[in-house]
Structure formats: C-alpha cells, structure tokens
C-alpha cells in the first residue's frame, strides 16, 4: 500500500451487509468487524454499519443514502449465482446505470471454470453495472466490482477478505486512528466523572468508555483516539495520573 | 409469554446498536445476533439493522427514520452514566420530549446501591424521557425504558438480554417464522437453476441459498422460511426431490 493518497482530513465509509441470514439470527455476521478493524488500521473511520434485506429496492435506498454521506460505502453478500442475489441489479439501480456480461470477468471466471461448468447461474456472477471497475478474487474467481465510491464484495468471509485486501490500495486513505486502551476494575459510575473532566480538558482526543461484566463485577475500558502520537501519549499520561489520584485498580490493555 | 396479542399480519423491527467500539473494530458486537435469533423464535421480523456513532444528531435521524417504517425499533448502548451514553438525550430529541430524573428508576437503583454510590454520574442513569415506562433489569438494576414503539436498552450483552426478556411480553408477536435447513456439498452455480425453479413453485415460502467455504470446498446451505408448517413441509420434500434427481449429496442442517 502507498501512502501518495493519504489524506490530511478523515476519508470515511459506511459498510452495508446484504443478509437476510444475519437478520434471521441463523447466521452470526463475521464480516462487521474484520472490515471495522480492517479500515480502521488503514486510515479510513468506518462511519456506519447497515444489514438490511435480499431487496432490490432496500439495498438501492441504503447505498444512495449512504454513498452521498460518506467517501466509500462497501457492500457483502449478494453477487452470488442463486435467485436471492440481487445485490448486483440493486447497485445498478441506485445508479441507474444497465447491467451487461463483462468480458474480463468472464475471461477470469474460465480461468476457474471449467466451459460445462460456465452455467448461465454462474455466467449471471460477470453480469456487472455499466462504469464499474472489477475487484478480483483468487479462491472462486467470480468478481466484485467498483463502481464510483460503492465498493461491492461477496458475502462469504474468506472471499470478501482476498477482495478487501485488491480493493484497498486503490482508496483514498487518512491518518489511521492510534488508539490507546486502559482496563480498570471500577465501574463506570465511579469512573465517569474524572473522566468527564480528563475529556474536557483533552478535546483533541476521543475518549470512549466501555463497560464489561466479568465474574458478576463491572468494570470499565478506556479508549482513548487520536491521529496524533504527541496528543495521544499526553491524554494516556493524564488518565495514569487520574488513576493514580483515584486509586482505581487499571492495566494497559492494547493486547485486547 | 401470551399468544393474547399474536397478530396475523408481521410484525417488524429494526436493531439500532450504538457504539463507536464497534465501529472501529475493537468491539466484536455480540448483540445483533442473540436479538436476531430471539426476535425470530418469538414472532417478530428484524428487517434493518444500524450501527450508528455515539452522537445525539446521528442517533435520533435513525430512530426517526426507523420508527416510522417497522413496528419497533429496539436500541443496544449509550444508557450508562459516562460522558459519551448520549442515547437517552438522542431518543429525547427524536421524540421531541424531554428527560428528567424518574422517581421509580431512582428507588430501583437504590436497591442495588449504598446511598454513597448514589454519585451524580450514576443518577444520570436515572434520567428517562418524558412518558416513557421503564425496562427493569436484576443485574446494575439501572433501567432501558420503552417509548411508543422504541425499545431502549444497555449495550452490555448480560444487560441487553435480561432487558429483552423482560419486555418482550408487552409487544405484540407475529406467527414466528418456521425454518428448514439442508446442507449441499455443491456449490451455489450449479444448485441455482434447480433451486430458483423451486422457489417459483412454492411463492409462499422464502428460499434463501447460503454459500459456504470449507476445506477448500465450496458448499451451499439451503433455508426454506414460513409460517405455515404444511405448506413449509411440502416446499422441504420438495427440495428432497430435487436433490435427489440432480445426484446432490446434501443432509439436513437444522441442528446448525
């Protein structure tokens, strides 16, 4: 990956998850937070996530409510063979740009394929949106495809990743985000209000405050973002120093 | 749970999940799918789920634009008593009520804490939307709450589940949707054709194809969906047929 894209104001994306299996609870989604820490470590802040249903119009409303709000939009799932992949019609749609047979993905779907293979179902996997630009997959072949800022990948989590990986050197990207984390053994309402302060007083910095429940007791992550090492490594310093004052019980916890 | 209100037509719901955490991939969210499978064992269809940025504007434009478009709408996180739990102003400002500290909500937390633990930080845990009824919890005590049709609940997955259980009595369920499984050991192109021949025999029930990628092997799961136990019964035997005239070797997968 080059840096000559790297911005200096934060690229963005949103992440919308074609699924009705997620939403019927009988597949867990393991796509969400491979690209949220994915993105996150190249420089791009996942801004939203959406699931929504196999539905032409439902996915065309999202990805153009999405791709004016944010730098990129990657979809999963849906460019597959079978009747229930519509993901493909529905980009086009929400461009209102035709769908044709791409003969590049076709040349590289015969690299996998043998010809009595090549059925019209999988032939349906090179039909692409008008302008769009392929993302090439080693482990079935069949395409996803970019068209303008919409970033189409395959559902099945292995496939997306090999796309993920082709797809990202041609994106814009920004500072990555340095994150520093800090366990303590405190509730978040005794934590709360020095850390109300600590914020405050570090507005550069983003502080997040995540709550967990380990063998019935409740206690508190602390987050801390920024892009830069010299803010970042103050902030830490002044929460040890809140630690210490408060005599909260705390461990750096970056290995998490 | 009472069939009393189990209405004929669906009854639908969108997921709001709140956490910048998730977003930047440090977070493994572990709630879609328990509200997922829970919401469809009892009767009610997720249709949308977002996972929006800890911020007042952003949360309210999703619930406004949920709320209006299925039954409910349940939120997970942004209920604690940090700097950054800004739910309750977001759902304040989405309904255009206000917030004030809730007298019950106050005499329940007192249950769990010694009036010295009572700190300011906490008792905004007690703030609730005007005309909103509380959603109890046995484990922080501190509660979600119910506004029309948006169900507000905590973000850590114990919490979240304690809260679903104990609202899920007051809504209203569909007929909860039956669902069949089978598992090909052949991939999605060459099941396509057969499968979307299926699907126009049997309109009433919903044919979804699920790749998988096992030991270098593509696969396919099959998920016939409805309501209706004959009519799912004869789409499932069915599928048998074919996939006893097309040489697939396939089992059933409904243990998965």
Known sequence: ?????RSAV???AALLVIGEEILSGRTRDENIGYVAAYLTRV???LREVRVVVDQEEEIAAAVNDLRCRFS???????????HDDVTTDAIAKAFNVGVAVHDEAVAVMRQHYRDNDLTPARLRMARIPNGADLIHNKISRAPGFMLENVIVMAGIPRIMQVMLDEVIPRLDKGRPLQSRSVRL??????????????QLAHPEIQMGSYPFF????????????GADETSLASALAALWDVIAREGFSASAADED
Chains 1, 2 share one sequence.
């Open 1 to 5: 990956m080059t840096n000559a894209s």
């Open 10 to 12: 934060p690229v963005t």
């Open 43 to 45: 420089g791009i802040s």
């Open 72 to 82: 990129y939009v990657f979809t999963t799932g849906g460019i597959g063979p079978t």
């Open 185 to 198: 053994d405190a509730a978040e309402g005794d934590v709360a209000a020095p850390l109300a302060a600590l």
């Open 214 to 225: 380990e063998r019935d007791q409740l206690g508190t992550y602390v987050v801390l973002r």
